[in-house]
């Protein structure tokens, strides 16, 4: 049985891939600031209290698991926010470490305190919820123009390159980092093109993915550029 910890899951791209994975069999952990609020039917979607910006929680949550469960088979770093959405020359350190707090230091903290547990696996998988919008080369050749923002587009960036540093360094954990694309979720108030089984198509992939390779930067439609 495979177990796997979504952080953020408790609406959007996170709570449908839960739902998702759920079906297939996999014993979903839907990580949560306030899980008490987080509903989920199916019987092996488990809410656990977790606030990636806050080590204690963090901590709190790897005995709950490791108590509870046993181990970890894969970990989905999930949760993340869009920031202060003002153009580049209004941006404070403050706005832009607000997001980073949340899309680069949550998974780096909980990646790092739920790893022992994750290489004890006999599959272990890290997945890293991404965006196309954090692509280096698809905003210098004006993709992404319609997003003239400083705090979610360069958090992503720094994740990519997070996702790639562990792929090279863990050579016994599979390293995906996925972009589910513009998905109609409340994350953009249900702007997105995309349906939510589109959104989690990438995600739902790489947790049952044990074959790889490594250090992947992928979406729906395949390899996607960094």
Known sequence: MTTALVTGASRGIGAHAARRLAAQGVTVLAGARTPAATSFPEENIHPIALDVTDDASVAAAVKEVETTY??????????????????????????????????VFGPVRVTHAFL??????????????????????????????????????????????????????????????VNPGFTATEFNDHRGSQTLDEGTDALVAAVLDTEGPSGRSTSRNGLIPW
């Open 70 to 103: 046993g181990g970890l088979d894969v970990l989905v770093n999930n949760a993340g926010i869009t920031g202060p959405e003002v153009a580049p020359a209004d941006a404070t350190a403050d706005g832009v470490r607000e997001a980073y707090e949340t899309n």
């Open 116 to 177: 022992p547990l994750l290489r004890a696996a006999e599959h272990p998988r890290l997945v890293l919820v991404s965006s196309q919008l954090g692509s280096l080369s698809s905003m210098d050749a004006g993709r992404w123009e319609n997003y003239p923002y400083l705090a979610y587009p360069s958090s992503k960036s720094a994740l990519n390159m997070i996702g790639l540093m562990y792929a090279k360094t863990l050579p016994d954990v599979l390293v995906t980092i």
